[in-house]
């Protein structure tokens, strides 16, 4: 007779809890498995890193164009009004014109330009139609202008703060200076050359004796390096009115109009310009006047890193290259 084995509860325990081991095993390798190949698919789909949330990204404040669409077209002419500066207070200005008016009358602030004091050079020189201003310090300057009986250039110095005025003829052959009567040519250290255009409208000498640079009623910039023996390629900045020489090479105001805008500007720009004239916007001084109105009224001079900006009836400073005035 057959006898059948019955098969104990603990041989069935332990074969359930071999085949819970083994699915266990097949679902964690299974999990493994998808993780893996999800992680190669982002891999080889992900994005450059991108930049961190914008409000830690340091931003700088927009400046315009010097070309841009704001631009006035209004054309260069002569100007009216001088300046140079000696530091962040003291500077040195007076108008200007064609010989024998105006009378040389400079005026010098050392407060920054909240007063002024005027001087009279014509009465001890005869002196008239100041064409630049080479200021030491408040006591100490120096001019070129024209005599008031034939016109003739003529240099005048101060080292009494105005007080009185003395004639340095020996000092003209080097002098630069344009002739208003003449603006086709212009004088330098080599004497008169002729200028790069038909009329220039103002030159800015560079500390460097034989470097300037010149606007010319055309629009266009150009600089020499050789005492105006030879000129640079033009350059062209809209609306462009005066140019001044800077420490790392020059400086140009050019009006524009507009709509006020964080990128636009409604007034002047200030236009730094190395000294190959490569132009860079560097601040604006807002003002409602026309670019007609401004254009051969407005000064500017840099000194001690303050720009001096003379434009209507104020005398402005910035020590921020022009983003904000004083």
């Known amino acids: 007779m057959r006898r059948f084995h019955r098969t104990s509860p603990r041989d069935s325990s332990r074969r359930r809890l071999w085949v819970y081991l083994a699915v266990g095993l097949f679902l964690l390798a299974d999990i493994y498995l998808v993780a893996t190949a999800l992680t190669s698919t982002r891999a080889e789909t992900s994005l450059p890193d991108s930049p961190p949330p914008a409000a830690l990204v340091p931003t700088a404040t927009p400046v315009p164009s010097p070309t841009g669409s704001v631009a006035a077209s209004v054309s260069p002419v002569p100007l009216t009004r001088i300046l140079s500066a000696v530091s962040s207070t003291i500077a040195w200005r007076a108008v200007t014109g064609t010989c024998p008016d105006p009378l040389a009358e400079p005026a010098v602030s050392t407060d920054g330009g909240a007063s002024w004091t005027a001087t009279d050079a014509n009465g001890p020189t005869e002196v008239t139609a100041l064409q630049s201003i080479d200021a030491t310090n408040e006591s100490v300057a120096q001019f070129v202008g024209f005599a008031e009986e034939d016109c003739s250039p003529q240099v005048v110095r101060t080292f009494v ?22 603006r086709s040519e212009l004088h330098g250290p080599a004497g008169f050359q002729p200028a790069p255009c038909d009329a220039v409208v103002s030159l800015a000498p560079s500390s460097d004796a034989d470097s300037a640079a010149v606007l010319c009623a055309d629009g266009r910039l150009f600089a020499t390096t050789d005492a105006a023996t030879t000129w640079s390629p033009p350059v062209t900045v809209a609306g462009i009115v005066t140019v001044t020489a800077t420490s790392t090479g020059y400086l140009a105001v050019a009006t524009t109009t507009g709509t006020t ?16 004239l490569t132009p860079t916007v560097t601040g604006c001084y807002p003002t409602e006047q026309t670019p007609a109105a401004l254009a051969g009224n407005v000064a500017v001079a840099a000194a001690d890193d303050t720009l001096w900006l003379w434009i209507g009836d104020a005398t402005l400073r ?9």
């Open 161 to 182: 703060a105005g007080d009185n005025y003395s004639s340095s003829e020996d000092e003209l052959d080097t002098m630069w200076f344009v002739d208003p009567a003449d």
């Open 261 to 276: 805008t964080a990128t636009d500007c409604i007034g002047v720009n200030l236009v730094a310009l190395t000294a190959d």
């Open 318 to 326: 910035s020590t921020d290259a022009g983003r904000t005035w004083l």
